[in-house]
């Protein structure tokens, strides 16, 4: 199995910045993808950014140019730098990976998820 533990969420005005980590754990054999979705109560889960095994980053056309991915692939984890943050970006921020553990196929993992919440 794998787990995901996400870190950095918090409050910062409008036009700050955090930043975002997700370490993956376990018994895991190689990671596809990782990446960030987030959600607000009563909406979907909103697709934020994903940054795949050979380092092709994508991100949602709402973030593109304001937030960043990166990640460390030696101690597999990511980092979503958010930067000119805005009221609309106040969301739970889940860390996704696609992954192959030692058993099984690959299977999407979650974190639990942090809150970010930007005050206008």
């Known amino acids: 199995q794998a787990q995901l533990a996400e870190s950095g969420g918090g409050f910062v005005q409008a036009g700050g910045s955090l930043r975002l980590s997700c370490a993956a754990s376990?018994?895991?054999?190689?990671?596809?993808?990782m990446g960030w979705y987030r959600q607000v109560p009563g909406k979907q889960r909103e697709w934020v950014a994903t940054?795949?095994?050979?380092?092709?980053?994508s991100y949602s056309d709402s973030v593109k140019g304001r937030f960043t991915l990166s990640r460390n692939n030696a101690k597999n984890t990511v980092y979503l730098q958010m930067n000119s943050l805005k009221a609309e970006d106040t969301a739970v921020y889940y860390c996704?990976?696609?992954?192959?553990?030692?058993?099984?196929?690959?299977?999407?993992?979650w974190g639990q998820g942090t809150q970010v919440t930007v005050s206008s």
């Open positions: 996704n990976a696609n992954l192959w553990t030692i058993a099984t196929l690959a299977s999407d993992y």
């Open positions: 376990g018994s895991i054999f190689s990671i596809n993808s």
């Open positions: 940054i795949t095994r050979d380092g092709s980053t």
